[in-house]
């Protein structure tokens, strides 16, 4: 009789009541509830990313989610200090656009307005409350002290990014249950919140077993996992889990636009750069043109404003099928990546790792 | 009777000739034949670094190697296309440092001769075909086919790094028996030598895999790793060995200044950036003054050149006990290493990842 392959680490299926330590990372504008619905069913834990819902969307997401699968899922969401508009960087920034303007023949002087970006508020957290996700996840931080007890008294695990030991020590400090170790090869929007020094940030296989090392609570790995090889280093290094995004971008239920899956099934180890350009806070994405042009990293509107003189550029530049000025965000492992179902790539992630913690040298 | 644990990938220790699946990295101008012997004794491929050495002094280090130990060890050179002085960036260069200059009351005009940094040339192959050590690596690519021809025809196995996918090819398709995958993490120079922009360079947990699925010939992981976690995590990434720098900075067998090993003791995951200015290639170190003040990454003069100028600068400093003008290179995980003798760290590290491969709970 055959034993069934076990995970080394159960902390984190005990606490989230999941089968697969893993984590579908929210990623705003690319996905909805089909993604977590089918993440969930494959056995991990679905994300949805409400920083850019309305309070009726994201409800509205929520129920759906519920509806269709009882399985325990996550509401993610960002918690930055949000920057007053500020009008001279905002023109500097429309002036070093000023060709693009010209080329594609829109209006600087109208711009649409570019997706909100919210940090989570009361309105947000009473929604939590209501809906009683089995996890809550932050991005940038934490949420002020009184709305984090509420997410709490909701039955809300907290999870939170740190992209150095010292983000990680003081997210255990205020309270985070669990603790997603950001690795400078994940794709989207760095976690950073204590400092701002992108050249300082570091790779997984360093950040990862410091942190370990660091804090009490369990910690997730992040960034450059897209397979089980990935998943079963992470747990060497001391994960008790995983946070896998990119790799779902692939499947039928992401909602990434044609032209943007065809360039990550052309992406390579080094076709990506961590950008300031697209938002005002450094993300990593596949290169684009305006990251080229410019250099990824620059003066531009603090997050989320730079998007805002963007968004007339990236509508246009769409509509004829360029992603130019779209920001394409992806990790270092995108080459990884297979087009199937999410709920199949979950279970196929979670054997492949098996095995591969069994037989080390399975190729 | 207990089993004695086994490594799960012996392609590198039957190539090799090692019990231990480990490459002590070549660590140019922080180290000796006696890091190389203790590496070697405690089962690992001990490395010399040359490229700063003359011949003389590179026959007499091999000759304390061989007289000391009779196991396997690996002589590395660089083999980089000099560049030609360049008299104006130069000027440049001193011109931005003339702040330093006068502060520390040192004449540029007059500077010292910076350390020689030669790539692999006939008379350097000469004296690999004299020693005939078991492997020969390389950095900044491979040396021109006829030299590379005599390098196998002494019987070496030659190894080189590659920092993306694309140089991991093209040292196979070039004759390298074992590929290095250098992930951003890893102290000292990056291995660039097909493109030069640092902001693409993958992490280890995005290169090794995708290393690993392109090339047959057997990939060793570097940068990060400095524990036997790191070790075991490589092994699941299908890396056959792995390749450990910093780690043995802190060994008494090391020859940085008691500075720079304080530095060390302090350092964190955020501690270092990737820089061109103190030899005009990038390489990662804890940051310095030079770093903090100019940036990291800006216009100096072409490798090896830019250390030229910073010469008088880092011998008044390194006279005060001050490493402001010094390249303390050092990898992102420094603050795993611990200061014990090396042929000891070696046998820690071995002992440390087969455990963790047997059991990947444990702690």
């Known amino acids: 009789m055959q034993e069934k392959p076990m995970w080394p680490d159960r902390r984190l299926l005990d606490l989230l009541g999941i089968d697969v330590p893993l984590i579908q990372a929210p990623m705003a504008g690319a996905m909805d509830a089909e993604l977590v619905i089918a993440a969930c069913e494959g056995g991990a834990l679905g994300s949805l990313p409400c920083a850019m819902l309305s309070g009726d969307r994201l409800r509205e997401?929520?129920?759906?989610?519920?509806?269709?699968?009882?399985?325990?899922?996550?509401?993610?969401?960002?918690?930055?200090?949000?920057?007053?508009?500020?009008?001279?960087?905002?023109?500097?920034?429309?002036?070093?656009?000023?060709?693009?303007?010209?080329?594609?023949?829109?209006?600087?002087?109208?711009?649409?307005?570019?997706?909100?970006?919210?940090?989570?508020?009361?309105?947000?957290?009473?929604?939590?409350?209501?809906?009683?996700?089995?996890?809550?996840?932050?991005?940038?931080?934490?949420?002020?002290?009184?709305?984090l007890k509420r997410v709490k008294a909701a039955g809300c695990v907290v999870m939170s990014s740190a992209t150095t030991v010292k983000e990680a020590v003081w997210l255990e400090q205020h309270g985070a249950d669990v603790v997603i170790a950001q690795g400078a090869e994940a794709g989207g929007h760095r976690g950073m919140f204590l400092g701002g020094d992108v050249a300082a940030q570091p790779g997984l296989f360093s950040l990862l077993p410091q942190v370990v090392d660091a804090v009490r609570v369990p910690v997730v790995a992040a960034g450059g996992i897209a397979d089980g090889r990935g998943i079963a280093a992470a747990m060497m290094l001391g994960a008790a889990g995983v946070?896998?995004?990119?790799?779902?971008?692939?499947?039928?239920?992401?909602?990434?636009?044609?032209?943007?899956?065809?360039?990550?099934?052309?992406?390579?180890?080094?076709?990506?750069?961590?950008?300031?350009?697209?938002?005002?806070?450094?993300?990593?994405?596949?290169?684009?043109?305006?990251?080229?042009?410019?250099?990824?990293?620059?003066?531009?509107?603090?997050?989320?404003?730079?998007?805002?003189?963007?968004?007339?550029?990236?509508?246009?530049?769409?509509?004829?099928?360029?992603?130019?000025?779209?920001?394409?965000?992806?990790?270092?492992?995108?080459?990884?990546?297979?087009?199937?179902?999410?709920?199949?790539?979950?279970?196929?992630?979670a054997e492949d790792a098996l095995n591969r913690l069994k037989f080390p040298a399975s190729r």
């Open 61 to 147: 997401q929520a129920g759906i989610i519920r509806q269709r699968t009882d399985r325990p899922f996550n509401l993610n969401f960002f918690c930055h200090k949000p920057a007053a508009p500020d009008a001279r960087r905002e023109a500097a920034w429309q002036g070093r656009l000023a060709l693009y303007y010209k080329e594609w023949d829109v209006d600087p002087a109208a711009p649409l307005t570019a997706a909100n970006r919210a940090p989570f508020d009361a309105a947000m957290c009473e929604i939590v409350e209501d809906v009683k996700p089995k996890a809550a996840s932050f991005h940038f931080g934490l949420p002020a002290k009184a709305l």
């Open 243 to 349: 946070q896998i995004g990119t790799a779902y971008l692939f499947c039928p239920e992401s909602t990434i636009a044609q032209p943007f899956r065809d360039r990550l099934a052309e992406g390579g180890d080094d076709t990506t750069a961590i950008t300031n350009l697209m938002t005002g806070r450094p993300a990593r994405g596949l290169v684009n043109r305006v990251m080229k042009d410019l250099g990824p990293l620059g003066s531009a509107p603090a997050f989320p404003h730079a998007a805002t003189a963007l968004a007339p550029l990236r509508a246009a530049a769409e509509k004829a099928g360029s992603g130019d000025f779209t920001p394409l965000w992806s990790g270092q492992s995108a080459a990884l990546g297979r087009a199937m179902p999410a709920a199949e790539l979950t279970r196929k992630l």
